[in-house]
């Protein structure tokens, strides 16, 4: 990460125009994950966006030999590789749900966060039992 920092602060347009980038893709993946949470189509424009980066990264990966077998990884030289690395894990998060919906908002008052469901029965209300969960409760009692 350190290699990318000093690329930053030498290729200061670069950087600026992958901070803009990242902020589009954030808005576009938040859409997505609300519209799975929902249960409804994906918005178009939303779709469109991460899977253009996600597209684009995956021409950028390279194969490489990991401990348990080979792996697929993007190489994080320029700014804008960051970004395409959270369009790739947000398509494989999309992707590898197997049917389930993983991505839920959380349930707490004045919170939207999106968190992964990874319960048993995939009803999980909130992004954290011991904040917003134990709130939840403790307003209803």
Known sequence: MAGLSAFAKAHPRRAEASLKEAVILREAIY???????????YPHQ???IVH????????????S???????WLLPLKDP????????VSAVELITG?????????CKG???GWLFL?????GRRLWCSEATCGTHARVKRF
């Open 97 to 105: 749900r197997n049917g389930r919906r993983l991505i839920r908002q």
């Open 117 to 121: 469901d990874t319960s048993k029965s």
């Open 46 to 48: 939303a779709f469109e």
């Open 52 to 63: 253009d980066i996600a597209t684009r990264a995956r021409a950028r990966q390279v194969l």
């Open 65 to 71: 030999k990991a401990e348990d077998g080979f792996r």
């Open 109 to 111: 008052d004045n919170c």
């Open 31 to 41: 859409t997505l994950f609300l519209s799975e949470d929902a249960c409804q189509p």
């Open 80 to 87: 804008s590789d960051l970004v395409a690395l959270f369009a």
